[in-house]
């Protein structure tokens, strides 16, 4: 997508006048080496179980993740008053979930024996119709997917009775409502719907091992290490915690999950879900780069003022590509049948015959009603509702040619497109 600066969708950071002020305090403060937010791995752990009241954090595989976040953090970041305070806030959130899904777990050591059978994944590179997909899965009304509330706050575990009426559902409404305000772009680019279907990211954040944080912030070193760490840990406390979200719902559900970040540990995933069947999606780079990039620029603008677009292209582009390279040697020395690919383009043409084709593939029920609700959604939710996402390939540094060589295998192998 081309256009002037001026027609871009992220173009600087947001900032109201009380956002600055509270930031220009903390950068005044910091020069006189004075820290007003304590981002230390005790801090942290000492909040979360004054907060809760507990102290029993499980396996204590978390503890390597959280502190080479930290590191990373400190060292890479360059986080405003602002966004140690947000980060802050979030570490002890996610820290306090860990707590109580842990306490859930001893004293209902049955949420262990819920059968999590046959799972859809979703996967691909970001950007890529991921999204779009797993909304029109999600209309089966067999199917049990991840509400972004239940994912917010996972334990108690949540009843299949009230599912529209939990509590918890109107604190994450007022938190996505503030988020918004941070970031105004970012509904345009990623709407955050509470009660709707949501990537399963989240999850994996109770173990501190979420490529989420790269888009919250510059956490080059933390990213490195993580290209390098073994997710199998972080995959079955995943599932653990599926098995608790799942306890109180009809066993009849097959879940629906989706998440691009799954092309960075499908070894992971297949070790923990051997029964999974698996749908990949497929864009043309050029398209899937800028967007990441600038979907990027918004989020991490919230938490920091030093924001780089030109340093993005490359970061994402090197960071996609290792990851596929990797997900490539994976599908090759699996079973090709628990795959199945899915473009972009036809997604798009002929959305219910794409689904009806992924169910003949793996064998799921097509339920009679889905194709109806496919449709009503659809027309509530036409492309571009929220604003078009406009970027560019010069605005975060990347070359064409360039790109197309660091993706060649990948398209040749799966017959991409381009657009």
Known sequence: ?????????????????????INWTGETLKQNGISLVDLSEASLLTAASSKTGLSNWGDESFRLPLRTLLESLEKDAALNLFGRYFMRKLCIQLLSNRLRIQEDLKHYPEILQVPIARPLFILGMPRSGTTLLHN???????????????MASPSPPPEYHNRNSDPRIQRVEKFVKRYNTLAPQLTTVHNLNPKGPEECNPLF??????????????????????ETYDLVRAYQFYRQQLQLLAWHYPPDSHWVFKAPAHIFYLDALIKVFPDACIVQTHRDPLKVLPSICSLTA???????????????GKYWSDRIAKALVREMQVRDSEQSSRFYDVHYHTLVQDPIG??????????????PQMAENI????????????????????????????????FAKYCEKFNVRRE
């Open 1 to 21: 997508m081309t256009g002037t600066l001026h027609n871009f969708t992220f173009e600087h950071p947001y900032r109201p006048l009380w956002l600055r002020g």
């Open 136 to 150: 029109l899965l999600a209309q089966d009304p067999a199917s049990r997917w991840l509400h972004l509330w239940e």
């Open 205 to 226: 954040e109770h173990e501190f091992t979420s490529p989420i944080f790269e888009i919250r912030a510059n956490v080059k070193c933390y990213a490195e290490w993580l």
């Open 298 to 312: 918004i989020v991490r603008g919230i938490y920091s003022d030093r924001i780089e677009p030109k340093t993005l």
């Open 354 to 367: 794409i689904v009806r084709q992924i169910y003949a593939y793996f064998g799921y029920e097509f339920h």
């Open 375 to 406: 449709k009503t959604w659809l027309a509530q939710n036409p492309q571009h509702k929220h604003g078009v996402h406009r970027y560019s390939l010069e605005q975060f540094g990347l070359d064409p040619e360039k790109v197309n060589a660091q």
